[in-house]
């Protein structure tokens, strides 16, 4: 079992960045692939950005073309821990933030939210315009 918690959401201008971050406990990352997904009222569950552990100090990462040149995602598998840094800010970035876990790589399906096992409870990212 993972458990996974997310802080670092708020309240920002448009333009303005926020970190997200996603601590892991209960069992390592390892090499599994973990991700961000965010969800605005009244719409599904989005896929932001992926991460795979690819051996080393080398990471794969893969970004949704609504948040690509704007977010970054990187992962410290020593401290168990993912970020999310996002820049440009835009009030459509709107939503509740989640951090994912998949128990195994996965560099195909990596967008979809159904192959994640874990799940953090959320956190919220508000943007004014």
């Known amino acids: 079992q993972v458990q996974l918690v997310e802080s670092g959401g708020g309240l920002v201008q448009a333009g303005g960045s926020l970190r997200l971050s996603c601590a892991a406990s209960?069992?390592?990352?390892?090499?599994?692939?973990t991700a961000w997904f965010r969800q605005a009222p009244g719409q599904e569950r989005d896929f932001v950005a992926a991460?795979?552990?690819?051996?080393?100090?080398?990471?794969?990462?893969e970004y949704a073309d609504s948040v690509k040149g704007r977010f970054t995602i990187s992962r410290d598998n020593a401290k168990n821990t993912m970020s999310l840094q996002m820049n440009q800010l835009k009030p459509e970035d709107t939503a509740v933030y989640y951090c994912?876990?998949?128990?195994?790589?996965?560099?195909?399906?990596?967008?979809?939210?159904?192959?994640?096992?874990?799940w953090g409870q959320g956190t919220q990212v508000a943007v004014s315009s």
């Open positions: 994912a876990a998949a128990g195994a790589v996965n560099l195909v399906q990596y967008f979809y939210a159904g192959i994640y096992a874990y």
């Open positions: 209960g069992r390592t990352f390892g090499r599994s692939t």
């Open positions: 991460i795979t552990w690819t051996g080393g100090s080398t990471y794969y990462a």
